[in-house]
Nanobody
Framework: QVQLVESGGGLVQAGGSLRLSCAAS????????MGWYRQAPGKQRELVAG???????NYADSVKGRFTISRGNVRNTVYLQMNSLKVEDTAVYYC?????????WGQGTQVTVSS
C-alpha cells in the first residue's frame, strides 16, 4: 500500500502562483508514475499532469505552458508548480501514484483562484 499526502493548496488571485507538494509513504518502491488530477464542482476528475520515474511528463492542454510537474530528489515526492493561475483552475487537486496506472490517491487539497 501507498499513502499520499498533499500540501500547498490555498487561495490566490488570478495571475498568481502556487506550488503543490505530494509525499508518498509505504511501498514506494512500487511507484513508477505520479501525477496530479483535479476536480471542479460539477465536473469530472481530470488529469492535470503526470510524470514517470524516467522523467517523461504529460500535461492537459489547458495547463500546458503554465504548470510544471517535477519529482523531488527523494523518490517519493512530486510537485506541481502552477503559474498564471486562472479562475477556471479552481478545483480540488489530488495527488495520484502507481506502478503503471494511478492506483493510489491522496485526500486532495483545495485550490481557489479569485478574479
Amino acid at each position: 500500500q501507498v499513502q499520499l499526502v498533499e500540501s500547498g493548496g490555498g487561495l490566490v488571485q488570478a495571475g498568481g502562483s502556487l506550488r503543490l507538494s505530494c509525499a508518498a509513504s509505504g511501498s514506494i518502491f512500487s511507484i513508477n508514475v505520479m501525477g496530479w488530477y483535479r476536480q471542479a464542482p460539477g465536473k469530472q476528475r481530470e488529469l492535470v499532469a503526470g510524470i514517470t520515474s524516467g522523467g517523461t511528463t504529460n500535461y492537459a492542454d489547458s495547463v500546458k505552458g503554465r504548470f510544471t510537474i517535477s519529482r523531488g530528489n527523494v523518490r517519493n515526492t512530486v510537485y506541481l508548480q502552477m503559474n498564471s493561475l486562472k479562475v477556471e483552475d479552481t478545483a480540488v487537486y489530488y495527488c495520484a501514484a502507481g506502478r503503471n496506472r494511478y492506483d493510489y490517491w491522496g485526500q486532495g487539497t483545495q485550490v481557489t483562484v479569485s478574479s
